[in-house]
């Protein structure tokens, strides 16, 4: 406490400048940190609880890997490639965001800038949050790392780890770099007016193309794996579901930059879809299937999830009960032109619903899938081609015939069974407390 009786953290400093609003900042924190959550434990957690036990191990050691190997991308390089100044209409210059005066200064996005039509009347200045940006660095950075999560996901069961290992860092590169730009950082779709409020286009949108074509590339599970895939761990899964919903408060209330109204009603927004979704799939799994499916709950909660990201902060909460219940491609259809210019004030941004030029909106919402599904469809291509020449894109049949124990040597549990290689000395001993051995029944083939 100073002679001031104010405390020194809340006074002007070098570590408190002026310009920095520390509920913004630890708003902005917590979100990132909410984000970060969804990956690891969340996804990793309900990985290696949706797959069968032989593949427990590697699902969610995938996952990890991915999130630790963005990290270390985007502060050597990605970061700036997706948000620092401009090179190309689709690309950032890259360079490392590492440094002290880059990091400790205040945030900045500098191709943010939204122009006129004439192409040189700014219409809205460049983003510039109250807080440093270190802050803005973390939080993008695990908006990049649960892309690479979520992908994992269509490859669980057959990709070779080595082979993710490359995938990763290139995908980063190529792909995910050109969307962030594009859309959020300053680039051609976002100067054209295209909306994404919170990565319904650079996050899900590439994450499942770019899944669905390395799939194609890698091929399908082994055939034993195709006919009996049950979830080793239901709780388990539940457990990562919960974070991955409870953590898309940072998701969609950190798009704004700020504690604001916009954050306040993405988060609402965000709950009232999802809830709604995961509803309406339970119905429907019971309608069809006679039976309510937690599995099914499940995949309806991550649909309205997906859903209402890209217009969490900009459509309305009847609007979100709809896409609930719909779930399909509506920022362009229910976009509402007061909350669009709350969150970026760009003229004749609304949705078709409300006419006037919402027909065009839709257009551009239209052109802006179209661009992010053939860049990331030939990029993950090229890619999947280049790994391959280097290390085989999938497992050999043998450890797609075991599973955990044949690529890590490690088991999710201390029980034998499918996933672990046979072992008559292994499993024709039992070792006692005192370390001798007593005989127990040879077991004549292990279990499929």
């Known amino acids: 406490m100073s002679a ?24 902005q924190l917590t979100a990132a940190t909410l984000v970060g959550l969804q990956s690891f434990p969340g996804l990793v957690v309900l990985y290696g609880g949706v797959v069968k036990k032989k593949w427990a191990v590697n699902s969610a050691f995938m996952a990890l890997y991915a999130f630790a190997a963005v990290w270390i991308c985007w502060v050597t390089w990605a970061y700036n490639m997706s948000f620092g100044d401009k090179l190309i209409p689709i690309w950032g210059k890259a360079r490392p965001a590492l440094n002290q005066g880059f990091l400790v200064g205040q945030a900045g996005l500098p191709a943010t800038a939204h122009y006129h039509a004439d192409g040189t009347t700014i219409e809205t200045p ?8 270190a802050t803005v660095v973390y939080f993008q ?17 057959r990709m070779s780890f080595l082979a993710w290992m490359l995938f990763v860092p290139l995908w980063l590169t190529f792909s995910y770099t050109v969307g962030a730009f594009s ?38 599970r ?34 704004p930059y ?10 609402l927004n965000t709950n009232v879809c999802t809830a709604m979704s995961l509803i309406v799939w339970t119905c ?35 609007a979100a009960l709809v896409m609930g219940v719909l779930a399909g491609l509506l920022t362009g259809l229910l976009a509402d032109p007061t909350l669009c210019n709350l969150f970026l004030p760009v003229t004749n941004s609304q949705g078709a619903f409300y006419g006037g030029v919402g027909g065009a ?21 090229i890619i999947c081609v280049a790994v391959n020449a280097v290390v085989p894109l999938r497992m050999p049949e043998d450890k797609l015939l075991v599973g955990d124990d044949a690529v890590h040597g490690e088991e999710a549990y201390a029980l034998w069974g499918d996933g672990e290689v046979y072992d008559s000395t292994k499993h024709g001993v039992d070792e006692t407390e005192h370390g001798g051995r007593a005989a127990v029944a040879p077991v004549a083939t292990p279990p499929n």
């Open 4 to 27: 001031s009786g104010v405390p020194l953290a809340y006074q002007g400093s070098a570590s408190a400048p002026e310009w920095l609003n520390k509920g913004d900042n630890a708003w």
């Open 126 to 133: 460049a983003a510039e949050p109250l807080y440093p940006m």
């Open 141 to 157: 950075c695990v908006f990049a790392a649960i892309t690479l999560v979520l992908i994992a996901g269509s490859l669980l069961g």
């Open 183 to 220: 859309v959020w950082g300053g680039g051609f779709l976002f100067q054209w007016g295209v909306i994404d409020y919170c990565g319904g286009y650079v996050i899900h949108l590439s994450a499942g193309f770019a899944g669905f074509t390395a799939a194609y590339w890698v091929g399908p």
């Open 222 to 255: 082994a055939q034993r794996d195709r006919e009996r895939f049950p979830p080793n761990n239901i709780l388990f899964t539940l457990t990562g579901a919960g974070l991955l919903w409870m953590g898309w408060a940072g998701f969609n209330g950190g798009g």
């Open 258 to 267: 700020a504690a604001n109204t916009v954050a306040s009603m993405s988060v």
């Open 284 to 318: 429907l799994d019971v309608i069809f299937f006679g039976k309510p499916s937690v599995v099914g709950a499940v995949q309806g909660m991550i649909t309205g999830l997906v859903c209402i990201t890209p217009a969490a902060g900009v459509v309305q909460g009847w």
């Open 361 to 381: 909106q839709f257009g551009k919402q239209l052109a802006g899938a179209l661009f992010v599904i053939g860049w990331n469809v030939a990029v993950t291509s």
